[in-house]
Nanobody, 125 residues
Framework: VQLQASGGGLVQAGGSLRLSCGAA????????MGWFRQTPGKERVFVAA????????NYADSVKGRFTVSKDNSKNTVYLQMNALKPEDTATYYC???????????????????WGQGTLVTVSS
């Protein structure tokens, strides 16, 4: 599965962005999907994930209530809606696909099998 993330950019604090992650060579309806982010010199950290069925989602505490992850199986695309953005949300965001079939989507990077290239989100104060 080849993943392509897009939608990053520069936004002021308090603004919104929607990231998209499309797939080629696979059907995302059979994968749990996750979003991670990374800043220079730091490890990639979990942001949000949605189960393969789309029925369950997990979020990092730092983004709960502000970010929403969703899947559109008809478009083979996963989204990360980011609202009330803060400067500390500035990072490169990565989408990933996991064969994890449990009802709860995984929150650790090791559980993910495929990764897209990152898309940079910059939030100015």
């Amino acid at each position: 599965v080849q993943l392509q993330a897009s939608g990053g950019g520069l936004v002021q604090a308090g603004g919104s962005l929607r990231l998209s992650c499309g797939a080629a060579g696979g059907t995302l309806s059979t994968y749990a999907m996750g979003w991670f982010r990374q800043t220079p010199g730091k490890e990639r950290v979990f942001v949000a994930a949605i189960s393969w069925s789309g029925g369950n989602a997990n979020y990092a505490d730092s983004v709960k209530g502000r970010f929403t992850v969703s899947k559109d199986n008809s478009k083979n695309t996963v989204y990360l809606q980011m609202n009330a953005l803060k400067p500390e949300d500035t990072a490169t965001y990565y989408c990933a696909a996991s064969r994890w079939m449990n009802s709860e989507p995984p929150t650790t990077a090791l559980r993910y099998d495929y990764w897209g290239q990152g898309t940079l989100v910059t939030v100015s104060s």
